[in-house]
Nanobody, 125 residues
Framework: QVQLVESGGGLVQAGDSLRLSCAASGRTLRTSAMAWFRQAPGKERDIVAVISWSGGNTYYADSVKGRFTISRDNAKNTEDLQMNSLKPEDTAVYYC??????????????????WGQGTQVTVSS
């Protein structure tokens, strides 16, 4: 089994930056894609960004492209999401996820095996 624990959420103002981190324990995820999803109240859980097993390929939702950067450190079994120029519409619970055994860029929540508990990001205007 794998446990994913997110950290770094909080309350910020529009235009500010935050860095989310996700630490995995239990087994290595170096052959698995990892991603960040987010879910706002009353809405579905949406993909934010995905990074391939090697870190060489990434995918970003159009809404965050150019503002967010996903990264990973396979030696430490961690992934991060650097969020810049935050907007009120970025307010959501952010989830770290791992698609065990899927090395590339899956985008659907159903393709992900392990999930963190979520961390709240609130952006005030």
């Amino acid at each position: 089994q794998v446990q994913l624990v997110e950290s770094g959420g909080g309350l910020v103002q529009a235009g500010d930056s935050l860095r989310l981190s996700c630490a995995a324990s239990g087994r290595t995820l170096r052959t698995s894609a990892m991603a960040w999803f987010r879910q706002a109240p009353g809405k579905e859980r949406d993909i934010v960004a995905v990074i391939s097993w090697s870190g060489g390929n990434t995918y970003y939702a159009d809404s965050v492209k150019g503002r967010f950067t996903i990264s990973r450190d396979n030696a430490k079994n961690t992934e991060d999401l650097q969020m810049n120029s935050l907007k009120p519409e970025d307010t959501a619970v952010y989830y770290c996820a791992a698609a065990y055994g899927r090395p590339y860029l899956p985008r659907a929540p159903a393709e992900y095996t392990y999930w963190g508990q979520g961390t709240q990001v609130t952006v005030s205007s």
